[in-house]
Every structure is written in C-alpha cells, then in structure tokens.
C-alpha cells in the first residue's frame, strides 16, 4: 500500500498567528512528507507491505512504527486544527469529558500540564478507553494510544519541538495555550461518535 501526503485542510498560513506559515510549510510540507516517504520504503518487501495503516501501527516497531506512528499522529494533528473552529465541546462528548474530568476547564488543565511536563519529543494524548471513558497519556518520540493499545486517540498535541520552535523558540507553554485556539471541537466530536 502505497501511502499519499493528505490534503491540507486550510491554507498554510490560516492557522496564524497560533500557529505561523512557515511552520506550517516545515511540519506538514517537509516533516510529514518525509515521514511517509520513509514508510514507504520501509515497507517494501516486509509483511507490512500491503496493510493498512492502522495495522502497521499497531503492530510495527522499530523503524517503520516510527514513520507509521508519526505518519497517523500527524494526520490527526492537522485535521483537529481549523482557522474557523469550533472552540468547545458539546453533547455527548462534553459529557464524557465532564465524567472523566470533573470539568471542560479541569481536563484542559490537566491536558496543557501533560503536554508541557513531557521531557523531550513526543505527544500528549486524550483517548477514549474500551469503557467509554476519557483519559490523558503521554508519549515519547511517535507512541500514541493505539499502539500501546489503550484506546481510540481524539486529540494528540504534538510536542515535538519542530512543531513550535519557529512560532516560539524554547516557549512551548506559549505554543500550547494558543494550540487550544485552532483546536476545532467538531472534528474531534466527529472522531468521537464514530
Ligand atoms: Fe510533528
């Protein structure tokens, strides 16, 4: 299975000032690009060659789980960001939130200090469990929860520095408050009821 570059949904510079042209142009033109590239090759010849990516994920490791990783986490980076979003949840995943957080502020609290703590580059993650429930997780390098198999991810925050250090430099407190205001609550509700 040959894997493509998705479509940007908004122009490079839509996201600013949250998020700057030429950051954009960087991680989704040349860090993402070269991600797939990369697992592309990688996957010639292996028993890899024909899945999905989802299964690579899930069952890869060494270098081609962390292309495949980094392919997925990117993707959902990209889509859960909107320069027009919507800026809360609502319904039925403002509910579990509320259920599994005490409140909208108390997990966006807790989500900002994981993203912010976690040492080096990696994500932080908010996942829905077998159960129904919300939880938070961190990351190193390309982990996200469905290769360590604990749930469906919804968001992942992208804490590698390439995805900050133009906008901001060594800030990445600043990059994280201004993450939550093109982070588009429909998307993520869209993954959520599926
Ligand atoms: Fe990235």
């Known amino acids: 299975m040959k894997f493509e570059l998705p479509r940007l949904l908004y122009a490079v510079e839509a996201l600013a000032p949250a998020i700057g042209k030429e950051t954009v142009e960087f991680h989704y033109g040349k860090h993402f690009l070269t991600y797939i590239n990369n697992l592309n090759g990688l996957i010639q010849g292996t028993k890899f060659e024909h899945s999905d990516l989802e299964t690579i994920v899930r069952e890869s490791d060494g270098a081609i789980f962390n292309n495949a990783g980094q392919v997925w986490n990117h993707d959902i980076y990209?889509?859960?960001?909107?320069?027009?979003?919507?800026?809360?949840?609502?319904?039925?995943?403002?509910e579990a939130i509320k259920k599994s957080f005490g409140s909208f502020s108390d997990f966006k609290e807790e989500f900002s200090r994981s993203a912010l703590s976690l040492f080096g580059s990696g994500w932080t993650w908010l996942y829905k469990k077998d159960d129904g429930t919300l939880a938070i997780s961190q990351e190193q390098n390309a982990g996200n929860p469905i290769h360590s198999r604990m749930g469906t991810p919804l968001i992942g925050c992208d804490v590698w520095e390439h995805s900050y250090y133009l906008d901001y430099r060594n800030k990445r407190v600043d990059y994280i408050a201004n993450y939550w205001k093109i982070l588009d609550w429909k998307a993520i509700e869209d993954i959520f009821v599926k």
Do not use: N
């Open 78 to 94: 990209f889509r859960t960001l909107s320069p027009f979003p919507k800026p809360e949840p609502s319904g039925k995943l403002l």
